[in-house]
Each structure stands twice: as structure tokens, then as C-alpha cells.
């Protein structure tokens, strides 16, 4: 039997940020989030389980991965171990080992939410061919344990990741608030030049709780902004939906210049990019900005600007180049090869 599995998912971009946990083992937010899933950004993962002596062997854009990113995926391989003796799988192994190959089809680690689309597309991968047939919540709840923003990448279109109650995180989830199909809108991601991020963003989030006299104003503002996302996302309102997910931004990036050293993202290119998107609406065209952990801007638009938001991007210095999303699938399963 071959216990293998190929799985592809989307990156997805925050409307309405994570910032915050309040479980950073189990990756339990302070607040709940929502975001839109996005077609150009894909990652595609191939897992096997065999029983063979040594450790995973992870493959990350065709390079082995080291330190500590090889660490976290195996500490969630370990979780995925965990579940198949759980459930008591005997179809797996009895201490098995993965063979993991996982490939971008855009820049790592470069604040394009990589390690979202990455472990979503890894908890499907890994589950199924372990023989494990996890419900899309249940599958939410380990991508999770990877990266807290991958549990919303199992899902496509618009996303919301309920905070949850529980101490053991099992309702802590995406759900899929619109089909991809549903509301034909576009994300662009203007990449600006690369140069390494001044601190990750778990450390960043967890300095940020810790040190910032603003963080409980930004905790308690996200429920109604939620309510309006939902709203907003509900009737189709995308300048509504827009002008809520710049303030975001905005705000999350304030309370994290707050924090103490200051935790500051944006680069000199970063603050033309936004101007221009401002230049631009200001002329016609619709469409808003929202920023994460690096200095990338990402711009939310209708199909009518998409064009011109991307012609006025494009021409700035420091864009190196501008991907067009729509909204994306979530993560799913591609056929086994066909033996030749
Ligand atoms: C988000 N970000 O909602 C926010 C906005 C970045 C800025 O989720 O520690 O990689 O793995 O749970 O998910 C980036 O944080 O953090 C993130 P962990 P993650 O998309």
C-alpha cells in the first residue's frame, strides 16, 4: 500500500487581523479573525509514511529544510503521529516516518503568508495519507497547531476563524463564511524588494501583547469589526468592506509601533505603495490596502480597477512586481499519479 497523499492550498490574506494569542503552544488567538483565501498563491505538498529508520526528511523548494523551521514541521508531523495512534490507524505504521516535499509558487517566508498555505496544505497531505479522513473544522483545528493562520487556508473564498472557549482549542476554527465563487473581487500583492524581516511575526505578536499599552484597545475593537466584515461580506459592500480592512491594518501596525522596542514593518516603499493606493481611489479607481508581518502592501480591489490599481503599482521603484488573486479554493486533495 502506498501511504501517500499530494494536497495543494491557497495562502489567504487577513481583512480583520490576528494579532495576538492567548495559547501561544496551542496557537489560541486573543481575538477571532477573517480573511480571503487567494488563487495566485498556492502550495503544493506531497507526504508519504513509511517505516524506516531516521528522522523526516523535509524538502522545502527543493532545498532539505534545517533548524528552526525543519523543527516545526516535524513537531507538527508529531501531532499527525499522535492522531494516528489515536484513532488507532491500521493502516499506518507503527512508528512511521515522512518523507515531505513541499513547493511555492511564490517567495517564501517574504510576509505572503507562506507557512498559511503551507501547513493547510501539509495537515491534508499528511492526514490522508496517514488514512485519516478529518472533517474540514477538524482538519482547521491541527493545520492550527502549524501556524495559527493556516487554519483558515482549509477553507476558500472569505474565512473567519472562531477564537474559541475551549482550554484544548478544539473550537478554534476556520469556517467558510462565502464560496470563492460567490463574489468575483481581486487581492493584489504588490511584492516590494526583499530584504529580511526585522523579527518574525510569532515573536513579533507575542512582544507585541506583552509590551504594547495599546493591545487591549486593538482586542477590543475586533469583535465589531468583525460584525461589519460579516455584514459587509454578506451584502457584497466592498468599499464597506475595504475602508474596514485598511483602519485594520492600520491599527494592528499602531499597536505594534506601540510595543516596546517598537516593532516597525514598513519600509520606505511600503509607505509609497499605500500612498499610492490612496492617489489612485482618490481618482476613481476602488480599492484599499491592507499590510501583515512584512513590508508587502496588499491591495483589495473590484474587477473594473484591478487594471489601473495595478498599472499605478507597477510603476513605483520599489515594486518588483504585482500577483493578481482572485478568491481561492481551499485546500484539496490532487489525484495520485498514474503509475507508469
Ligand atoms: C493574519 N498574521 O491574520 C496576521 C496578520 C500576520 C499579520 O497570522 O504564530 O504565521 O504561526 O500562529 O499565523 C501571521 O502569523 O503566526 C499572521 P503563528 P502566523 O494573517
Known sequence: MILQATAEA??????????????AVLNLPATGSLSLTLSGLVTRTTVTWAEDPGADAIVLDGKPAEGAERERIATFLDLVRALMHANGSRRGPDSPRATVESSNGFPRAAGLASSASGFAALALAATRAAGLELADEQLSVLARRGSGSACRSIFGGFAEWLPGNAADGQDSHGVRLLAPEAWDVRMLVAVLAERPKPKGSRDAMNHTVATSPYFDAWRAAIPGDLDVARQAISARDLRRLGELAESNALRMHATM????????????????????????????????????????????????????VVAGLSELPGVLRVISSRPGPGARLLPAPVAS
Open 257 to 308: 509601533l506601540a510595543a516596546r522596542p517598537p516593532v516597525l514593518y514598513w519600509l520606505p516603499e511600503t509607505v509609497a505603495a499605500m500612498r499610492r493606493v490612496w492617489e489612485v481611489r482618490d481618482a476613481g479607481l476602488t480599492c484599499w490596502f491592507t499590510i501583515d508581518a512584512g513590508p508587502n502592501v496588499k491591495v483589495l480591489c473590484d474587477v473594473a480597477s484591478e487594471a489601473a
Open 10 to 23: 491557497c495562502a489567504n490574506i487577513a481583512l480583520i487581523k490576528y494579532w495576538g494569542k492567548r495559547d
